[in-house]
């Protein structure tokens, strides 16, 4: 059973960037769909990006596209999310997951595996 691992993540100013990493633990990245996904205090979880780790296609919600780029290192079996030009409205936390297979979906309840969560804080 794969054991996600998050780090990163932290504060930084409106503007920044800023790079969140998940790594697989006891198991492979090989085969699975894996993403992230993130929850503001008082608001539902959302998706947020999400990537083939045995393909190339990539996947990400509107608010970010074009600021954030998810990417893998398949001999480290990672995944990292490359959060740019972070507004104060990315504060969050930040959950990375993973599910067998080739399919991505936003919907989180979809996922069998999730991180512990990082916490992301973006100044004004």
């Known amino acids: 059973q794969v054991q996600l691992v998050e780090s990163g993540g932290g504060l930084v100013q409106a503007g920044g960037s800023l790079r969140v990493s998940c790594a697989a633990s006891?198991?492979?990245?090989?085969?699975?769909?894996v993403g992230w996904f993130r929850q503001a205090p008082g608001k539902e979880r959302e998706f947020v990006a999400a990537?083939?780790?045995?393909?190339?296609?990539?996947y990400y919600a509107n608010s970010v596209e074009g600021r954030f780029t998810i990417s893998k290192d398949i001999a480290k079996e990672s995944v990292y999310l490359h959060m740019n030009s972070l507004k104060p409205e990315d504060t969050a936390v930040y959950y990375c997951v993973a599910r067998p297979g080739q399919i991505v979906t936003a919907r989180f309840t979809q996922y069998d595996y999730w991180g512990q969560g990082i916490q992301v804080t973006v100044s004004s």
């Open positions: 006891g198991g492979s990245f090989s085969g699975y769909a």
């Open positions: 990537i083939r780790f045995s393909g190339s296609s990539t």
